[in-house]
């Protein structure tokens, strides 16, 4: 079983950079596919990145170059660094994982963090 705590989030102005942190217990997040999503109000959950156990990485369109997700295994931590910020990516973010690991192509995922909210405004 695997717990996720998010971290990070915060306020920042169109341009800027955030990153988020997903930090793991239970089991080393090393062995799984860890998704980050998001989701804004009134709008759908959006899957904007995940990375597998063999660190494979996949984006959205709306994100890919300018986020970039990554791992620490000593600190058993996902990461999402997010740059170039858009007002369009304000919305609460969250870390996610499967039973399985890889995450390209799923769409299930079994643990969850409570979100991080990201805002950005100038």
């Known amino acids: 079983q695997v717990q996720l705590v998010e971290s990070g989030g915060g306020l920042v102005q169109p341009g800027g950079s955030l990153r988020l942190s997903c930090a793991g217990s239970g089991a080393p997040l090393d062995y799984y596919g860890v998704a980050w999503f998001r989701q804004a109000p009134g709008e759908e959950r959006e899957r904007v990145s995940c990375i597998d156990s063999s660190d494979i990485t996949h984006y959205a369109d709306s994100v890919k170059g300018r986020f970039t997700i990554s791992r620490d295994s000593a600190k058993n931590t996902v990461y999402l660094q997010m740059d170039s910020l858009k007002p369009e990516d304000t919305a609460v973010y969250y870390c996610?994982?499967?039973?399985?690991?890889?995450?390209?192509?799923?769409?299930?995922?079994?643990?969850w963090g409570q979100g991080a909210q990201v805002t950005v405004s100038s």
């Open positions: 996610a994982v499967p039973d399985n690991s890889w995450c390209e192509g799923i769409y299930d995922y079994d643990y």
